[in-house]
């Protein structure tokens, strides 16, 4: 007979945090088939950096760019995944949190570390749907002839970006800034 599992001592998010480890996973692993299904079709020399005009300012070898890219992947990986595990084992760090007294009381350090869990997740995987884009505009531009990236879709994504990272920033200030009256008074986590 098997036993019910106790998830009485985890903290709220952690199903969401697991959801969005996973998802961010799989947009890597996605990152990285992009990057290997386009990579024959790349032409030598590679358009790899624009001016704000689209205009081509810097060229490069296509493996080297795929491979810059594979190691940005890498290393978002290992800041959004690695290092929320390594918050969880040091919750004596010297954080500088508002309200740090209660956020970092023992009953609610979980709970914190929890939040800012999800939190480093939700940037990553943020910033991997941007590498993944930035990633087919500098495809997309290459494809042209002369070489030319798509400035208004650079500015639209870079745009949404920016608003996600603003939202992203005002949920983590929201919820350190002020004590709620209870558990349930704040809408992210």
Known sequence: MLKPRDTS???RGSSLNHSLARALLLLAVIAVVQMVLQLPSLPSPLAVQFSSAGAVTRWGSPHEFVILNLCIVAALIAITLFLP???GKRPRMRWRLPNRDYWLAPERIAGTIDYIKRQ???YGVMTMLLLMAAF???VDANARVPPRIDSTRLMILIGLFIVSMLLWA???WRKFSRIPADRADNPFG
Request: hydrophobic letters at 80%; charged letters at 5%.
């Open 136 to 138: 087919q505009l500098v």
């Open 9 to 11: 001592l985890k903290p």
């Open 170 to 172: 005002w949920a983590f």
């Open 120 to 122: 480093l997740l939700w």
């Open 85 to 87: 595990a390594f918050l």
